[in-house]
Nanobody, 117 residues
Framework: QVQLVESGGGLVQTGGSLKLSCAAS??????MAWYRQAPGRQRELVAR???????YYVDSVKGRFTISRDDDKNTVSLQMNSLKPEDTAVYFC?????????????WGQGTQVTVSS
């Protein structure tokens, strides 16, 4: 059974930075992604990274967020800079099926990011 544990969230002021980490146990990471879910909204994709380091970002975070991976540690990270109040959400990571574009594993508990104005 794969387990995902997200960490690194917190309360930060507008313009601040946070670095989120996601540790996977029970399987090696492949195509991985970060998602977020704000109150009253659906979970949405934030960024994705392939097994060879190719990245994709949604427009709202381009130039501010950086996704990375450490295959030795089986972890994925999300460096978030220039944070805005609209980035407030619970952030989750998961593996993504490359053909179906659907998540592969059970969701972790997520990590709360709150950006104050």
């Amino acid at each position: 059974q794969v387990q995902l544990v997200e960490s690194g969230g917190g309360l930060v002021q507008t313009g601040g930075s946070l670095k989120l980490s996601c540790a996977a146990s029970g399987s090696r990471i492949g195509l991985m992604a970060w998602y977020r879910q704000a109150p009253g909204r659906q979970r949405e994709l934030v960024a994705r990274i392939t097994s060879i380091g190719g990245t994709y970002y949604v427009d709202s975070v381009k130039g501010r967020f950086t996704i990375s991976r450490d295959d030795d540690k089986n972890t994925v990270s999300l460096q978030m800079n220039s944070l805005k109040p609209e980035d407030t959400a619970v952030y989750f990571c998961n593996a993504v099926h490359p053909a179906l574009n659907s998540v592969l594993w059970k969701w972790g508990q997520g990590t709360q990011v709150t950006v104050s104005s």
